[in-house]
């Protein structure tokens, strides 16, 4: 029996998820949620629902459609009501990142839906692609020894506010969320100690944190630089880890390995893997249908989102927090 969806945000970056599973026989889209007329049109001709399966509030929505789960691609402040709507009414939840604005919004959203017995899970894609997985694993596995230091930067330009224009901490609220979240499936350890700090240069679009700088330490011991911004003049990344036999990096699409004292790197083989949101899905329902959570289940992000509010409280409080 395939698994009855409603979307709320079907415009943007909710036209994915309508795609996504009308593409698939395991789940059925059967009301479309937004405020804008236009994407509930198109978000129709995409799934062939009817007029009446459109609303203007999952309220609405949630009275007239009969739904096993409720998909939320909405803006970020909208995401702790909608979805503590959805947990109230006995649904599964399938949310956009981040989860919430807050740790507390989402441990309150948790602990609705343990005692009701519902799932939720978060669309935290990026540590699933081959490159970042194929690290973690060979981390994991100490194939090049253990961990011991990292450094994630990303500089880029990102003049549309989106979102998060106005919302303190843009950049951590808006990428840091999906570049801390792979950071702790990569070093496959839990971070204990952060200081950081949010920067917004004078030119840029955003009111608060268009860039962050943090050290991060696990505990496994290991430490890792994080400086990322989307206000910078200049373009690039780099994403390495130094094990105790050799350092694993990044170079271009792909990943290498450095050894002391030899000149020559050595190419590594990325695991093969499906795409993020084949993954999602699936790891989705099965999470429904075993109750196995997967790494994007809501118990797991909350520690993604301890560790946004940590680098959050070291910026403000200028000090070193522990977690």
Known sequence: MSIRVVHVGVGGRGVWPVHAF????????????DIRDEALAAAREKTGLSP??????????????ETDVVCVITP??????????????????FVEKPFTLSLSEAQEIIAAADDRDVKVCVAQNDRHGALH???????????????????????SWRPGVHHSGNVPHSYLWERGIHDLD??????????????????????????HG?????????????????????VSHG??????VECTEGCLRQVGDGLVVYRAGKSDTEAVTLDPAPSAETQLLDGFRNYLETGEEPSFGGHENLKTLALIEALIRASDGKRVVEL
């Open 22 to 33: 009308t593409q698939r026989e395991d789940f059925q889209s059967v009301a479309l949620v």
């Open 52 to 65: 009446d399966r459109c609303f203007y509030t999952l309220e609405k929505a949630l009275e007239a459609v």
């Open 76 to 93: 970020p402040h909208l995401h702790a009501s909608q979805c503590m709507t959805a947990v109230q009414a006995g649904k599964h939840v």
């Open 133 to 155: 997985a194929t690290l973690a694993r060979l981390v994991r596995e100490r194939v090049h020894g253990a961990a011991v230091s990292g450094i994630m930067t990303k500089f």
């Open 182 to 207: 792979t950071l702790r499936s990569i070093f496959h350890s839990e971070p204990v100690r952060v200081f950081g700090i949010s920067f917004n240069p004078a030119w840029s679009p955003y009111h």
């Open 210 to 230: 268009g860039g962050a700088h943090a050290l991060i330490e696990f505990a496994n011991g290991a430490v890792c630089t994080y400086l990322c911004s989307f």
């Open 235 to 240: 373009r690039g990344s780099e994403l390495s």
